[in-house]
């Protein structure tokens, strides 16, 4: 089915180990956004970016990395986890002139002990 | 720059009575609005967006949103409560304007809805 897959759906890190989620879309959209969601703070824009090659950031940058080399793939990065950064992280995607607005994917929950 | 105000962090209703999720928000264009909902431990889903077309919006589910300018206001309602419409709400506003599906999205904090039997 045509969406947004994001890997891995669950994971728990150590203090300081480091990893990266992978966000894919199969529908040719331009815009790619990471956002994360933490109770009673919506989602919070992480960073994004408006197409292959390039990224920007959000309003929580700090202790991520994105990168997006191809077009449909936009990777999230954390280089030495923290407890702060326990939440659930969802991917979107977006066209310009998508009836649909924007798509997510089903999320990311990440633990960090 | 944009911002949303939920007005409720929580709304309770019984079944089959009427639904309203209050939303403000700040934006120095035309907007993109949206209505999100996210079941428990699920992904969002969209359910209206307002595109300059029309100020009154319909949406899946029966929900349906009015857009008001003069009130910066995008209030959704449901003339009639369901079980399954017990779910956190989202109301959003888009960086891209006049209904455009592109830039950074700003959420509200959510609302819970909880539909009582």
């Known amino acids: 089915n045509a969406g947004v897959t994001q890997t891995p759906k669950f994971r728990v890190l150590k203090t300081g180990q480091s990893m990266t989620l992978l966000c894919a879309q199969d529908m040719n959209h331009e815009y790619m956004y990471w956002y994360r969601q933490d109770p009673g703070m919506g989602l919070r824009l992480i960073h994004y970016s408006v197409g292959e090659g390039t990224t920007a950031k959000g309003e929580v940058p700090d202790g991520y990395n994105v990168s997006r080399l191809k077009k449909q793939n936009f990777l999230l990065g954390l280089e030495s986890a923290a407890p702060s950064q326990t939440s659930v992280y969802f991917c979107a995607s977006s066209s310009r002139d998508s009836y649909y607005g924007y798509t997510f994917g089903s999320g990311t929950r990440l633990t960090v002990v | 720059a944009q911002s949303v105000t939920q007005l409720d962090s929580h709304v309770s209703v019984s079944e089959g009575t009427p639904v309203l999720l209050r939303c403000n928000y700040s934006?120095?264009?035309?907007?993109?609005l949206f209505w999100y909902v996210q079941h428990p431990n699920k992904g969002l889903q969209l359910l209206l967006k307002?595109?300059?077309?029309?100020?009154l919006v319909k949406g899946i589910n029966g929900f349906e949103a009015e857009f008001k300018k003069s009130e910066t206001s995008f209030h959704l309602t449901k003339p009639s409560a369901h079980m399954s419409d017990a779910a956190e709400y989202f109301c959003?506003?888009?960086?891209?304007?006049?209904?455009?599906?592109?830039?950074?999205?700003?959420f509200g904090q959510g609302t819970i809805l909880t539909v009582h039997p």
């Open positions: 307002y595109t300059s077309a029309a100020t």
């Open positions: 934006s120095s264009y035309s907007p993109s």
């Open positions: 959003v506003v888009s960086e891209g304007g006049g209904g455009t599906s592109y830039g950074k999205l700003t």
